[in-house]
C-alpha cells in the first residue's frame, strides 16, 4: 500500500496501479527497461497490473520480468471490459495511468487516473 497526502483530499490509500501498454508504458511496442525496473520497485507496495489490447501482438513478450498481472482485453468495447475490471478491484483503492481513448473511463472512475502524454499523445472523450 501506498499512501499519499493531497492537498484539500487527505490521505489517499492505494493499493493497485493500473497499466495501459501502449503509448504509456510503452513506446513502438516496447518498453525501456527503465520502466521495467520502475514497474518491479512499485510492485513491492502496490498490485500492478497491465491491461492492453495487445495493439503489436507481442503482450506476453514486452511484458517478460515485469512484476505486474498481464491481462489482454478485446479490442473491441476494451473501454468497457477495463472499466469492469477497475470496477472488481475496487475504484478507491487503485490509481491508473493511461492515454488512449480505452482508458477513458478508468482514468475518470479510479481514485487517481493520470493521463500519459508522450510521443504517441493522448486522446479523451468529450
Given at each position: 500500500?501506498?499512501?499519499?497526502?493531497?492537498?484539500?483530499?487527505?490521505?489517499?490509500?492505494?493499493?493497485?496501479?493500473?497499466?495501459?501498454?501502449?503509448?504509456?508504458?510503452?513506446?513502438?511496442?516496447?518498453?525501456?527497461?527503465?520502466?521495467?525496473?520502475?514497474?518491479?520497485?512499485?510492485?513491492?507496495?502496490?498490485?500492478?497490473?497491465?491491461?492492453?489490447?495487445?495493439?503489436?501482438?507481442?503482450?506476453?513478450?514486452?511484458?517478460?520480468?515485469?512484476?505486474?498481472?498481464?491481462?489482454?482485453?478485446?479490442?473491441?468495447?476494451?473501454?468497457?471490459?477495463?472499466?469492469?475490471?477497475?470496477?472488481?478491484?475496487?475504484?478507491?483503492?487503485?490509481?491508473?495511468?493511461?492515454?488512449?481513448i480505452n482508458d477513458y473511463l478508468?482514468?475518470?472512475?479510479?481514485?487517481?487516473?493520470?493521463?500519459?502524454?508522450?510521443?504517441?499523445?493522448?486522446?479523451?472523450?468529450?
Amino acid at each position: 500500500m501506498i499512501e499519499i497526502v493531497i492537498p484539500g483530499e487527505g490521505i489517499v490509500r492505494l493499493e493497485n496501479l493500473i497499466l495501459d501498454l501502449n503509448g504509456t508504458i510503452a513506446l513502438d511496442g516496447l518498453i525501456a527497461p527503465e520502466v521495467k525496473a520502475t514497474i518491479n520497485a512499485l510492485s513491492q507496495k502496490l498490485s500492478i497490473f497491465i491491461l492492453s489490447a495487445d495493439t503489436h501482438g507481442n503482450l506476453a513478450e514486452v511484458t517478460k520480468g515485469i512484476k505486474a498481472e498481464v491481462k489482454s482485453v478485446a479490442r473491441e468495447n476494451s473501454y468497457q471490459q477495463k472499466q469492469n475490471f477497475l470496477k472488481g478491484l475496487g475504484r478507491a483503492k487503485t490509481a491508473v495511468i493511461g492515454n488512449g481513448i480505452n482508458d477513458y473511463l478508468i482514468l475518470k472512475d479510479a481514485r487517481i487516473g493520470i493521463a500519459v502524454i508522450g510521443k504517441e499523445g493522448v486522446s479523451s472523450r468529450p
